[in-house]
């Protein structure tokens, strides 16, 4: 079946614009995951949702990043103002909760921000 | 310091070696113990994950976790070239916010033919 998928795979904007990115997780996951994975980094987070509701947004770094997922499935993340700092790879993860006391998140192939 | 060091590497070995893998960690909550591998310009996928402490073994590859030590290991066994990759650990509770993962920084591996 279909993984997570991520669009665009590269954005290049200038400082100061705004770009959304988009994320489509695997049909039936109903949790979704935004990291953000600089260059040399591991992935950090960013934010989860569980349907549609972000239950933690505690890695959004500032107020200028703001994602949603309206209907419980595709989620936007969406950055305001761009800054050169923002240049990083967008990953998102989507995992089904059922009743395992484990569950895997699979990565999407993730956005190549850079701003210029 | 952060919650989860990982030696960024570069790591190079020829074709057949046996890799070892490792991250240290300083968070005793930590519960479940990952290691993900990460081809160039994709997203990581899960190799292995253990629960707690022990052994878990897959085909060519190992990964130990001694929690008394707050470190984790992945061995590889006759690697391919196609076992390169950059190699990230990761790490998430078990209760609280047991849906964020805390990712090293990725070792770069390089198999030679």
């Known amino acids: 079946g279909a993984g997570v998928s991520q669009t665009p795979s590269n954005k290049v904007t200038e400082k100061g614009k705004y770009v959304e990115l988009r994320c489509d997780p695997i049909?039936?996951?109903?949790?979704l995951y935004w990291y953000r994975q600089s260059l040399g980094q591991g992935p950090e987070f960013l934010i989860y949702?569980?349907?549609?509701?972000?239950?933690?947004d505690s890695g959004l770094p500032n107020d200028r990043f703001f994602a949603v997922r309206p209907e419980g499935s595709v989620s936007t993340l969406k950055i305001q103002r761009t800054e050169r700092g923002d240049s990083a790879v967008y990953l998102c993860?989507?995992?089904?909760?059922?009743?395992?006391?484990?569950?895997?998140?699979?990565f999407g192939p993730g956005t190549r921000l850079t701003v210029l | 310091q952060k919650e989860v060091e990982q030696d960024p590497g570069p790591l190079s070995v020829p074709e057949g070696a046996i890799v070892s893998l490792n991250c240290t960690y300083s968070?005793?909550?930590?519960?479940?113990f990952m290691w993900y591998r990460q081809y160039s310009r994709k997203g990581p996928e899960l190799l292995m994950y253990?629960?707690?402490?022990g052994n878990k073994e897959d085909g060519r590859f190992t990964a130990q976790v001694d929690k008394s030590s707050k470190y984790i290991s992945l061995f590889i066994r006759d690697s391919q070239p196609s076992d390169s990759a950059t190699y990230l650990c990761?790490?998430?509770?078990?209760?609280?916010?047991?849906?964020?993962?805390?990712f090293g920084k990725g070792t770069l591996l390089t198999v030679n033919p």
């Open positions: 253990t629960y707690s402490s």
């Open positions: 993860a989507s995992s089904s909760p059922g009743q395992q006391t484990y569950n895997e998140q699979f």
């Open positions: 990761a790490m998430k509770r078990e209760r609280g916010s047991n849906y964020k993962l805390t």
């Open positions: 049909s039936g996951h109903t949790a």
């Open positions: 968070n005793s909550a930590f519960q479940y």
């Open positions: 949702f569980q349907g549609t509701g972000a239950a933690d």
